[in-house]
């Protein structure tokens, strides 16, 4: 975000990332296609966000916006077979300079992070973390992941209300996030803290930019000491500071670059696994035919883990940037012209998933969703955030009868994050 946009957060807090057309107030059908703005995060917190991609699919799945001031003029991808061809493109299609619509900096310079690098640097800093959430370390994660998830519901109150984000998907997301980082135990919550500081913007928060940028300069503080700490030779841990410390590709990283990676990890960590954890309690809750089939069938649950990733879709976008003129669907786009990839309606479109708008946790094709994302940019920790939310269901079942959904639960106001803040459940236990 450059100065002007600052200035214009500060001076118009109610405007910012929230369109004048789009609203959730207006009918999806019935607007002018040049009007559909889907970068406004409003219409993703009142769910309306489905029946602009399910018209733009239909009319216009190539579709170009050029009236948002904040970000300036993007296209917008809406099919499956779109998405997954430039996604798997990073010859035609770069993820510099950044994965966002908006321009991600902090004051004047912008923070650096691999997934929003091109090869050959993007696959040597990816590389320097992957062990920590390889199939290796995954082995010796699982029996942690159940000692947590086992502790934590059973520390959950019964037959009264409480906040699941918080208690459970929270909670065991920063414990996880605590062991990937080997973070200071007792100050968890500060990832998760920072992550939201990260990824939401500061009026959203109640913050200025001043102070967005006094606690991201905490979060870079607290890393690089840990960094320096970790930094020897023999270190062999498998944590993501010491793996980036310690290899040559990544052991020089400072200042921002460092801040920028450990950002990615932080934000990667949570969201997906998060978010995925507080929505598929609510799907369950509102397809109790599906909630049966699983406690008919065990071995179904890492299938409704990919249905449920599938449905919520946490993250709703990634962006690529055109490196030359190129003609998708018909449509001309330019060298430098900004993409997005909306992974929200690519999992619900209806030419590739059969009934796309109904959960359905046992369909043929579930682990097809693109969620996770294609190509080399693909999701490094997807199957750590799987074993998660397998482990979750597992020891779910052994416990409760049901999950009860009380009132509706509140949602961010992000169109990037697609994310739960709030939601109270009664947990009724099996008899």
């Known amino acids: 975000m450059d100065n002007a946009a600052d200035q214009n957060v500060e001076a118009n807090p109610e405007e910012f990332y929230r369109s004048p057309t789009t609203t959730p107030e207006a009918d999806p059908w019935a607007l002018a296609l040049e009007d559909i703005d889907l970068a406004t ?9 489905h029946e602009y991609f399910k018209r733009l699919r239909q009319e216009n799945p190539v579709h170009y916006h050029d009236k948002n001031p904040e970000i300036g003029p993007y296209w917008s991808l809406t099919r499956y077979e779109d998405i997954m061809a430039v996604d798997s493109d990073f010859e035609r299609f770069s993820s510099e300079p950044s994965i966002a619509l908006y321009d991600e900096v902090l004051g004047e310079e912008r923070a650096p992070m691999f997934i929003a690098m091109d090869p050959p640097k993007h696959n040597e800093q990816r590389g320097a973390v992957t062990p920590a959430v390889g ?5 010796d994660l699982d029996k942690l992941i159940r000692e947590r998830t086992v502790e934590v519901l059973d520390e959950l109150p019964v037959g009264t209300p409480f906040n699941w984000v918080d208690k459970v998907s929270i909670e065991l997301t920063t414990r996880m996030l605590a062991t990937l980082f080997d973070f200071p135990f007792e100050d968890r919550r500060k990832l998760t803290y920072w992550s939201e500081v990260i990824t939401t913007p500061p009026i959203l928060m109640g ?27 023999g270190n062999e841990s498998q944590d993501f500071i010491s793996l980036l410390a310690n290899n040559p590709a990544t052991a020089d990283m400072n200042g921002v670059e460092l801040l920028g990676n450990l950002m990615l990890l ?6 997906t696994t998060r978010n995925s954890m507080s929505a598929g309690v609510m799907f369950m809750h509102d397809n109790p035919a599906e909630f049966q089939k699983v406690k008919d069938n065990e071995a179904l649950i890492p299938s409704a883990v990919s249905e449920i990733i599938r449905y919520q879709t946490p993250l709703s976008y990634m962006r690529r940037t055109a490196k030359e003129d190129v003609e998708i669907g018909g449509k001309q786009i330019k060298k430098g012209d900004k993409i997005a990839m909306w992974y929200a309606s690519g999992n619900r479109d209806e030419s590739f998933f059969e009934d796309a708008d109904k959960f359905i946790i046992d369909r043929a094709n579930v682990r097809r969703h693109m969620a996770f994302g294609f190509g080399i940019h693909r999701c490094m ?6 074993a998660q939310l397998r482990i979750v269901w597992e020891e779910i079942l052994k416990r409760f009868e049901r999950l009860e ?24 236990p099996r008899q």
Request: charged share 25%; with cysteine.
């Open 381 to 386: 920790g997807n199957r750590v955030a799987e």
């Open 207 to 233: 913050l200025t930019n001043e102070e967005r940028l006094n606690h991201l300069g905490e979060c870079l503080q607290t890393f690089t000491s840990l960094f320096h700490e970790r930094k020897f030779e």
């Open 405 to 428: 959904v009380v009132g509706e639960p509140e949602r961010v106001e992000h169109s990037f994050v697609h994310g739960i803040k709030d939601m109270q459940v009664i947990a009724h």
């Open 135 to 139: 199939p290796v370390r995954l082995k």
């Open 266 to 271: 932080i934000v990667g960590g949570n969201d």
């Open 41 to 49: 995060g409003s219409i993703f917190q009142a769910q309306k966000h």
